[in-house]
Every structure is written in C-alpha cells, then in structure tokens.
C-alpha cells in the first residue's frame, strides 16, 4: 500500500508569494492533517480535514488555509507568505478516528 | 486540554546499552498515547501506540513503552542501543473522539555513540 505523498519536496518562495501544498493520503484514508514543524517551535497543528470537511484547526492566521477534494487528497495554501512561514510542512492521514497518523516526508518551505 | 513533556532536547548512549526517553503527558480525558521517530529529511514513523488496552506496548525495532496512569507517563525504552536508532523521537497524545486533535511534545535527539 502506498503511503502518504506530499509535493513538492521541497519550494524556495520570497515574501509576499503565495504557495500551495499538495497531499495524497494513503488510499482509504479520510481524514488528512496538516502539521508545521520548526526548530523553535516544534510540531505545530494546522487543521484537519474529514470527508471534504474542516474538522479541527489550530491556531495560525488566516493566512494558511486548506481543502480536501472528494478523492481525500488535501491542498494547503499560504498567502502573504513572511520569513516565518520557513519550515517543513508534514501531512498525515488515518482511517478512523482514534488510529495512528501515517506521516508524508514533507514539503521543505524557505522563504527568501 | 492536552499537553506533552519530554524532558531533555539530548540524549546520548552507547550502542548496546539501555535506551530510555522519558514522555510525560496531561489529559482531561482518557489518552491516547503515540511514540514517533523522524530521521533525517524524513517524515515521522509511528514507533508505537497506546490506546487503553494492555499497558505495556511493543513496537517496532525492539522498542516498547509502559503507560503509567499513576505516574502520567509513558516512557519509551529499548534493551540495546544500535547505531540506526540515532534520530529525533517524538511523544504525542490526543483523546478518544473524532475531533480530538494530536499534540505532540518537543522532541528528543537520540546519539548512539560506537
């Protein structure tokens, strides 16, 4: 079975830009996450989607937003992108409430 | 709310000793508790899973962990170190439900010296 997908790997923006993230979970899987992870800060939660829905968010502006399509595959956008949007952005996905998170390798974001 | 403590960024053994990470947490609800590894340039890897039934949990690469309601803890150990154990061990909770969101703690860096 394949496991969670997530494109780019890797994105070199400059303030001001937008960006969209991509993430294909693993299949069966509804529900997809969105984490930021930096050095100072850690792992942080963005939001998570079910069946197309938001279900859950954490606490970043509105400048970070989400979707999933009816595939379950997940898009994450920033906007007005800033120095400290810098970090690497993980997707996770799961097949029911209360199972393990199965991670993607990342997008690495630098913002120049 | 929920939240997670590992205490210490660094922790540094021998290959062949005794691996500890110590993980505690705060629930208002009954935990779900989760060890995950992340090597380098890599996303995280489920190691283990606590979610209520037996209270000592094995896992994958010879690590397990012993969730201790008395204690709030949930402390990852193996046996014997090996060099490929050398990577950044996350301890994360989150409670039954559906729209109970994962937390994770900050994270310990795991060296095995040779």
């Known amino acids: 079975k394949a496991g969670v997908t997530q494109t780019p790997r890797y994105l070199i923006k400059t303030r001001g830009q937008q960006v969209t993230l991509s993430c294909s979970p693993i299949?069966?899987?509804?529900?997809v996450s969105w984490y930021q992870q930096t050095p100072g800060q850690g792992l942080q939660f963005l939001f998570e989607?079910?069946?197309?829905?938001?279900?859950n968010k954490g606490n970043f502006p509105g400048r970070f937003s989400g979707r999933q399509f009816s595939n379950s595959r997940s898009e994450m956008n920033v906007s007005t992108l800033e120095l400290g949007d810098s970090a690497l952005y993980l997707c996770a996905s799961r097949a029911e409430e209360n199972q393990p998170q199965h991670f993607g390798d990342g997008t690495r974001l630098s913002i120049l | 709310a929920q939240s997670v403590t590992q205490l210490g960024s660094h922790v540094s053994v021998s290959e062949g000793a005794l691996v500890l990470l110590r993980c505690n947490y705060s629930s208002s609800v009954p935990p779900y508790l989760f060890w995950y590894v992340q090597y380098p340039n890599q996303g995280l890897q489920l190691l283990l899973k606590?979610?209520?039934?037996?209270?000592l949990v094995k896992g994958i690469n010879g690590f397990e962990a012993e969730f201790k309601k008395s204690e709030t803890s949930f402390h990852l150990t193996k046996p014997s170190a090996h060099m490929s154990d050398a990577a950044e061990y996350f301890c994360a909770v989150s409670g039954p439900g559906a729209n109970s969101k994962l937390t994770f703690g900050k994270g310990i860096t795991l060296s095995v010296r040779p």
């Open positions: 606590y979610t209520s039934a037996a209270t």
């Open positions: 299949s069966g899987h509804r529900s």
């Open positions: 989607y079910f069946s197309e829905t938001q279900r």
